[in-house]
């Protein structure tokens, strides 16, 4: 096995490799993916149709489930007891945090990666984001713009079904979608204060099937997205690019295959990769024409990091030092939370179902000009709420018996919070590097994170806390508080930038094409070439800017750039 | 008395027998039956044995980060527990002369309203008022965690199949400034029949 040659070796399994791996076989390459965890199986691994009383700890999980783990620390929200009892995510290799950073690296290790359980929001970029340098004069612009990359965003958009409206809005560009999800009594009332304040309040892009969509089944609402969908009714790697990979009969799949480094011939080109079989421990080999990373983001640089050799001193395709450099993560947490008393004792209605954002508000700051506000660039709102699977708001009501009982009740359909997704800028302190003295359980040494919010991402924070004191009194609700801090770096999993790609190879790691700039045969397909963040989720760009990248790939095997295997 | 009814033939794993039906007689406080079922009916009491003997925090202050994180919750929700109960009892002493399942109802509605409402509290029931927001923590999140409770509240997500996501049912009043509390137009529409 060790012995074969690829044309491909695809490193991850996740939205970026997963559509790799399609795209490359049904191209009649022979491509070998390699994933660092098991296959996951949706019947076993997903929720299914379980309800929290199903479960003995009733959703907390064993305390004791991770003794003896490298990484100990529970991945809440992705990680929960429905998906207990087999190993889908990662505490067997640790990383470090350096002094002063607290990063909350949480990996699903399955087949699919995070991708089985992703918020499926899916807003296009657009040029205000590509060319934001140009119009604030900050970091640099995106090798590509939106003109280039539209195409590949409809391609995706069709691929994975999309729904959503056409907003006319060129900060949040349209794109071709699905019919979108109903509006909830929530989102009638927030619009409403919305609008009072000036503040957009639109049906979220949300990759999930409100209609049948090839050969895919339509929603059907048990509200458990999250958790995993048991029929594909929304775009993942497990029920979508991973079978339609597997349908060409080109795909070879490997599990529990974690890759330690890009190996290179002698002129320092990629030869394949080095990988530890989790199962057998053995250390394996496998040899291509064409090595792809998409393990992501930062996993990827961690790979690239530890590909050390006489031709790659400070880790492959790294002369630029740019090589874990811009950093960038979405800032999350909740600048507020409160009820909607017009909806006070009203009967629950179905509302969150679709487990979804319905609407959200997408960044509506500095669009005019972009120094309007304290920060630069801007963030956008989701909002959440309705009759939930647990009424976490019983804490704002008072008391105990019949009555305490009556209220939990009567506010049911009431309760609302926000999530801000605020983008952070490139910094030189938020950076990855590898730990000089630890090393995992399989020996490879560990990846290290420096990270810190900066500046501009707290002030849209504080804004945005304000902006929800005016929202609640415009709409009518009253507001019960605001999360104090952030979240923690690494909750919203929207981790970029780590080998961005750019025209000029002494400030970027890749090509525009997301090729390496100094090994012309080594490409990457995840979100650690986006040379900064926007308000908007990876996902969809993941997929797409893959989509991009593989054409251009599939061109150069054609012209004779890189030869089969 | 009232309170001896019902011990069940469930063994504790964590607390006495007395402590348990303690726990048991809380959170039918709590959550009593109503026009819907109470605590005691969907289990409560079992489910928050069941978690405190397993160290399973489930309200807690502590930051999460390894398995000795969760075992020093878990075992502070023990001592917690166990102090807090004490303390029901010292207080019903103080107050009642006697356990707090030997006092009235009215006598253990008055103790415990001390330590639930705001304009009850008294500067010297601190730990106690922090063990019932605990008990109460508990009691919450092992009622609405049943299907009983689910269903007490109209969870839709128990219904798992739906042909299509029904939105807004007020379509009439897409502002919703009109709407009804139920409770309060029923009482308003027998008003009107009077």
Redesign the interface.
């Given at each position: 096995m060790s012995n074969d040659l690829y044309d491909v070796l695809v490193v991850g399994t996740g939205a970026g490799g997963g559509t790799a791996m399609k795209i490359l076989c049904e191209a009649g390459l022979q491509v070998c993916a390699l994933n660092s965890g098991p296959r996951i199986d949706p019947g076993k691994d997903y929720r299914g149709h379980r309800q929290v009383y199903d479960l003995q700890y009733r959703g907390y999980g064993d305390p004791l489930r991770l003794k003896g783990k490298a990484h100990q620390e529970p991945y809440s929200v992705e990680e929960s007891e429905y998906s207990e009892g087999r190993d889908l995510f990662e505490h067997d290799v640790a990383y470090s945090n350096a002094p002063g950073t607290d990063w909350y690296w949480k990996r699903c290790k399955a087949t699919g990666g995070k991708a089985n359980f992703w918020g499926r929001s899916s807003a296009r970029f657009g040029d205000i984001d590509f060319k934001a340098a140009d119009l604030d004069g900050f970091g640099e612009n995106w090798p590509v713009d939106y003109a280039e990359i539209s195409p590949w965003f409809s391609k995706a958009e069709r691929y994975m079904g999309v729904a959503s409206t056409v907003q006319n809005r060129p900060s949040n560009p349209d794109g071709e979608y699905l019919p979108p999800i109903p509006w909830r009594c929530i989102d009638y009332i927030i619009q409403k204060g919305a609008e009072k304040i000036g503040v957009p309040y639109l049906p979220d892009r949300c990759a999930q099937l409100t209609v049948p969509h090839h050969g895919h089944p339509n929603c059907h609402y048990c509200g458990n997205c999250s958790r995993g969908c048991d029929v594909g009714s929304f775009f993942s790697p497990t029920w979508f690019t991973i079978p339609d990979a597997e349908a060409t009969k080109n795909l070879t799949l490997l599990t529990n295959a974690l890759v330690r480094s890009v190996i290179v011939d002698e002129n320092g080109m990629a030869k394949g990769v080095a990988y530890v079989d989790r199962v057998t421990r053995k250390e394996l080999e496998l040899y291509a024409k064409v090595v792809v990373l998409a393990a992501s983001c930062v996993e990827t640089a961690h790979i690239m990091l530890n590909s050390k050799t006489r031709h790659w001193p400070t880790g492959i395709a790294n002369s630029s030092g740019q090589l874990g450099h811009n950093l960038c993560e979405h800032l999350y947490g909740t600048p507020g939370y409160g009820y909607l008393p017009q909806l006070l004792g009203q009967p629950a209605t179905p509302d969150n179902i679709a487990d979804s954002t319905v609407a959200w508000m997408p960044r509506w700051q500095n669009l005019k000009n972009p120094r309007e506000e304290k920060f630069i660039r801007g963030y956008s709102v989701y909002m959440g709420g309705g009759c939930g699977e647990f009424p976490g708001y019983y804490g704002q009501i008072e008391g105990f018996g019949s009555r305490f009982k009556r209220d939990i009740k009567r506010y049911y359909a009431t309760s609302i919070g926000a999530l801000i997704q605020a983008p952070t800028l490139p910094s030189p302190t938020n950076y990855l590097d590898i730990d000089p003295e630890k090393k995992d359980m399989f020996g490879i040494p560990q990846l290290r994170f420096h990270f810190q919010w900066g500046p501009n991402e707290l002030l849209m924070w504080e804004h945005s806390k304000q902006v929800m004191i005016d929202l609640f009194s415009a709409m009518g609700g009253e507001l019960w508080g605001a999360d104090v801090e952030p979240n923690r770096p690494g909750t919203s999993l929207h981790e970029t930038g780590v080998c961005r790609f750019g025209n000029d190879p002494k400030t970027s790691v890749t090509n525009k094409w997301a090729q390496t700039h100094e090994v012309p045969n080594l490409y990457i397909c995840d979100a650690s070439i986006f040379p900064s963040c926007t308000d908007k989720t990876t996902t969809m760009p993941i997929i797409a800017f893959t989509m991009r990248t593989c054409d251009r790939m599939l061109e150069n095997f054609k012209k004779g750039v890189h030869k089969r295997a | 008395m009232s309170s001896q009814v019902g011990a069940g033939s469930y063994k504790p794993l964590f607390f006495s027998p007395q402590q348990y039906q303690m726990v048991e007689h809380l959170a039918e406080?709590?959550?009593?039956e109503?026009d819907?079922p109470g605590a005691k009916q969907a289990g409560v009491a079992e489910?928050i044995d069941?978690?405190v003997a397993?160290?399973?925090?489930?309200s807690t202050s502590r930051d999460?980060?390894?398995?000795?994180d969760?075992?020093a919750?878990?075992n502070e929700a023990q001592n917690r527990f166990l102090a807090g109960l004490d303390w029901i009892n010292a207080r019903s002493h103080s107050e009642f002369k006697r356990e707090f399942m030997d006092c009235t109802p009215e006598q253990q509605n008055s103790l415990?309203?001390e330590l639930?409402?705001?304009a009850k509290f008294k500067p010297t029931t601190e730990s106690g008022r922090a063990f019932f927001q605990m008990m109460?923590?508990y009691t919450?999140?092992?009622y609405?965690?049943?299907?009983i409770g689910?269903q007490?509240?109209?969870?839709?997500?128990?219904?798992?199949?739906?042909p299509?996501?029904?939105?807004?049912?007020?379509a009439d009043d897409?502002?919703?400034?009109h709407?009804?509390?139920?409770?309060?137009s029923s009482s308003s529409t027998q008003t009107g029949r009077n």
């Amino acid at each position: 096995m060790s012995n074969d040659l690829y044309d491909v070796l695809v490193v991850g399994t996740g939205a970026g490799g997963g559509t790799a791996m399609k795209i490359l076989c049904e191209a009649g390459l022979q491509v070998c993916a390699l994933n660092s965890g098991p296959r996951i199986d949706p019947g076993k691994d997903y929720r299914g149709h379980r309800q929290v009383y199903d479960l003995q700890y009733r959703g907390y999980g064993d305390p004791l489930r991770l003794k003896g783990k490298a990484h100990q620390e529970p991945y809440s929200v992705e990680e929960s007891e429905y998906s207990e009892g087999r190993d889908l995510f990662e505490h067997d290799v640790a990383y470090s945090n350096a002094p002063g950073t607290d990063w909350y690296w949480k990996r699903c290790k399955a087949t699919g990666g995070k991708a089985n359980f992703w918020g499926r929001s899916s807003a296009r970029f657009g040029d205000i984001d590509f060319k934001a340098a140009d119009l604030d004069g900050f970091g640099e612009n995106w090798p590509v713009d939106y003109a280039e990359i539209s195409p590949w965003f409809s391609k995706a958009e069709r691929y994975m079904g999309v729904a959503s409206t056409v907003q006319n809005r060129p900060s949040n560009p349209d794109g071709e979608y699905l019919p979108p999800i109903p509006w909830r009594c929530i989102d009638y009332i927030i619009q409403k204060g919305a609008e009072k304040i000036g503040v957009p309040y639109l049906p979220d892009r949300c990759a999930q099937l409100t209609v049948p969509h090839h050969g895919h089944p339509n929603c059907h609402y048990c509200g458990n997205c999250s958790r995993g969908c048991d029929v594909g009714s929304f775009f993942s790697p497990t029920w979508f690019t991973i079978p339609d990979a597997e349908a060409t009969k080109n795909l070879t799949l490997l599990t529990n295959a974690l890759v330690r480094s890009v190996i290179v011939d002698e002129n320092g080109m990629a030869k394949g990769v080095a990988y530890v079989d989790r199962v057998t421990r053995k250390e394996l080999e496998l040899y291509a024409k064409v090595v792809v990373l998409a393990a992501s983001c930062v996993e990827t640089a961690h790979i690239m990091l530890n590909s050390k050799t006489r031709h790659w001193p400070t880790g492959i395709a790294n002369s630029s030092g740019q090589l874990g450099h811009n950093l960038c993560e979405h800032l999350y947490g909740t600048p507020g939370y409160g009820y909607l008393p017009q909806l006070l004792g009203q009967p629950a209605t179905p509302d969150n179902i679709a487990d979804s954002t319905v609407a959200w508000m997408p960044r509506w700051q500095n669009l005019k000009n972009p120094r309007e506000e304290k920060f630069i660039r801007g963030y956008s709102v989701y909002m959440g709420g309705g009759c939930g699977e647990f009424p976490g708001y019983y804490g704002q009501i008072e008391g105990f018996g019949s009555r305490f009982k009556r209220d939990i009740k009567r506010y049911y359909a009431t309760s609302i919070g926000a999530l801000i997704q605020a983008p952070t800028l490139p910094s030189p302190t938020n950076y990855l590097d590898i730990d000089p003295e630890k090393k995992d359980m399989f020996g490879i040494p560990q990846l290290r994170f420096h990270f810190q919010w900066g500046p501009n991402e707290l002030l849209m924070w504080e804004h945005s806390k304000q902006v929800m004191i005016d929202l609640f009194s415009a709409m009518g609700g009253e507001l019960w508080g605001a999360d104090v801090e952030p979240n923690r770096p690494g909750t919203s999993l929207h981790e970029t930038g780590v080998c961005r790609f750019g025209n000029d190879p002494k400030t970027s790691v890749t090509n525009k094409w997301a090729q390496t700039h100094e090994v012309p045969n080594l490409y990457i397909c995840d979100a650690s070439i986006f040379p900064s963040c926007t308000d908007k989720t990876t996902t969809m760009p993941i997929i797409a800017f893959t989509m991009r990248t593989c054409d251009r790939m599939l061109e150069n095997f054609k012209k004779g750039v890189h030869k089969r295997a | 008395m009232s309170s001896q009814v019902g011990a069940g033939s469930y063994k504790p794993l964590f607390f006495s027998p007395q402590q348990y039906q303690m726990v048991e007689h809380l959170a039918e406080m709590i959550i009593p039956e109503d026009d819907s079922p109470g605590a005691k009916q969907a289990g409560v009491a079992e489910f928050i044995d069941f978690m405190v003997a397993n160290r399973a925090p489930v309200s807690t202050s502590r930051d999460i980060r390894s398995t000795d994180d969760a075992i020093a919750a878990g075992n502070e929700a023990q001592n917690r527990f166990l102090a807090g109960l004490d303390w029901i009892n010292a207080r019903s002493h103080s107050e009642f002369k006697r356990e707090f399942m030997d006092c009235t109802p009215e006598q253990q509605n008055s103790l415990v309203e001390e330590l639930a409402y705001k304009a009850k509290f008294k500067p010297t029931t601190e730990s106690g008022r922090a063990f019932f927001q605990m008990m109460r923590d508990y009691t919450v999140v092992g009622y609405y965690t049943t299907k009983i409770g689910l269903q007490s509240i109209g969870y839709p997500g128990l219904r798992t199949v739906w042909p299509k996501m029904p939105g807004c049912p007020h379509a009439d009043d897409p502002e919703h400034a009109h709407l009804r509390e139920p409770a309060s137009s029923s009482s308003s529409t027998q008003t009107g029949r009077n």
